[in-house]
């Protein structure tokens, strides 16, 4: 359904996304997990009317459900709805464990817009690209980012292994910021290697970084000829491998989120420059 607001009271865009589950989202959210659970015949009717429909979830499911969250959920439906409702990291939790089971292509659509559409920071995605829309178990809950930051790091996250870890790591529902940093960093190693040190066996960014300090004219990537000093870039890089270096010099701090996600978006910017995009 479109909706062009027509006053600014109802123009959202701008509003902060959250981690929350307001209850303006319960009844959706209810219904969609309500059809994932008749669709794979994981409830029962404790009464034997079969067009009366779900009133308990399968013991043999809440068993598992039971084990892998290691607390006790009820069987009945209504009660259960209500225990993962209202606690939004469980919440999160157990949209993940059925996306990651349950959901075909269009069970995983039909969530999406209903967490889109009510400015939820999680978003879904597709786990296996190469899976078809019938599979099921190739979809995660994972942090919501913009289209245009997406975009932007396309080309780089379809090409660079390391840079997918990274952005993996950034943007997951638990984000591991130190390894966001240690894998820009490994994918810039690479790709300077390549460009500037392709006989070079053992890249080390710093060193990389030493090298072009010293030689910056090596320096070529797109649009350089508008620099009438080539260091801003050298300077981009160096304050990413300043950030790995003060995680792994032993004073213990890891890197924040902010560091973390402008180490990414340096990365994949200088990655981008450096083939044309």
């Known amino acids: 359904m479109r909706f062009k607001p027509f006053t600014k009271k109802y123009d959202f865009s701008k509003v ?9 989202l319960h009844a959706p959210l209810g219904q969609w997990v309500y059809d994932l659970v008749e669709n794979n015949d994981l409830g029962t009717n404790r009464h034997g009317y079969v067009s009366s ?20 959920f009820p069987t009945d439906l209504n009660a259960f709805m209500v225990k993962i409702l209202y606690e939004p990291e469980l919440t999160s939790n157990f949209l993940a464990l059925m996306l990651q089971n349950y959901c075909s292509g269009r069970d995983a659509v039909r969530l999406e817009i209903i967490l889109a559409d009510g400015g939820s920071a999680f978003a879904v995605e597709k786990s296996d690209k190469t899976a078809d829309e019938y599979e099921t178990g190739v979809y995660d809950l994972v942090k919501r980012v913009s289209t245009e930051v997406r975009k932007q790091a396309e080309s780089a996250l379809s090409t660079s292994e390391l840079i997918r870890d990274a952005w993996a790591a950034c943007y997951s529902r638990n984000p591991d910021h130190a390894k966001t940093v240690t894998m820009c960093c490994d994918a810039l190693e690479h790709l300077l290697r390549d460009k500037y040190e392709p006989k070079n066996m053992k890249p080390q960014l710093g060193l990389l970084v030493k090298n072009l300090r010293a030689n910056p004219g090596k320096l070529s990537y797109k649009g350089d000829t508008l620099l009438e000093n080539k260091f801003d870039l050298i300077a981009l890089i160096n304050a990413a491998t300043s950030v790995r270096g003060s995680h792994t010099a032993g004073t213990g701090r890891n890197p924040t989120p902010d560091e973390a996600e402008y180490v990414l978006q340096a990365t994949i910017f200088i990655w981008n420059l450096h083939h044309g995009i």
Do not use: A, H, M
């Open 53 to 72: 429909g779900i009133t308990d979830l399968k013991r043999s499911f809440v068993n598992r459900l039971n084990t892998l969250f290691r607390q006790t």
């Open 16 to 24: 902060s996304l959250t981690e929350d589950y307001p209850s303006y």
